[in-house]
Nanobody, 123 residues
Framework: QVRMVESGGGLVQAGGSLTLSCAAS????????VGWFRQAPGKEREFVAA????????YYLDSVKGRFTVSRDNAKNTVYLQMSSLKPEDTAVYSC????????????????WGQGTQVTVSS
């Protein structure tokens, strides 16, 4: 199986920035769409962003558009989530996962989840 490792989380003040990384163990990573999800305490995990494997097309949750940017470097088997203008409501554990399904906003289509990295945004 493909193993995913997220990193880059931390504690930041509102308005600050963080860049998260999602590193895959195998080069076959390049054939998958990669999604970013987040889960706040007591909440369901929700879709945040994704980038496709075939065209590098990106998709975003409406509330993060213009603030978050997802990108990928297939040579490094890594996907990034650049986050700026962070808000307290962005506080969550952020995870990445893989899919080959075209319905890439549906969490149920993803597999090979990482353990997640904590992002905490203070007021």
């Amino acid at each position: 199986q493909v193993r995913m490792v997220e990193s880059g989380g931390g504690l930041v003040q509102a308005g600050g920035s963080l860049t998260l990384s999602c590193a895959a163990s195998e080069s076959t990573f390049s054939t998958y769409t990669v999604g970013w999800f987040r889960q706040a305490p007591g909440k369901e995990r929700e879709f945040v962003a994704a980038i496709t494997w075939e065209s590098f097309t990106t998709y975003y949750l409406d509330s993060v558009k213009g603030r978050f940017t997802v990108s990928r470097d297939n040579a490094k088997n890594t996907v990034y989530l650049q986050m700026s203008s962070l808000k307290p409501e962005d506080t969550a554990v952020y995870s990445c996962a893989l899919t080959r399904d075209l319905l890439l906003r549906n969490i149920n289509n993803y597999y090979y989840w990482g353990q997640g990295t904590q992002v905490t945004v203070s007021s």
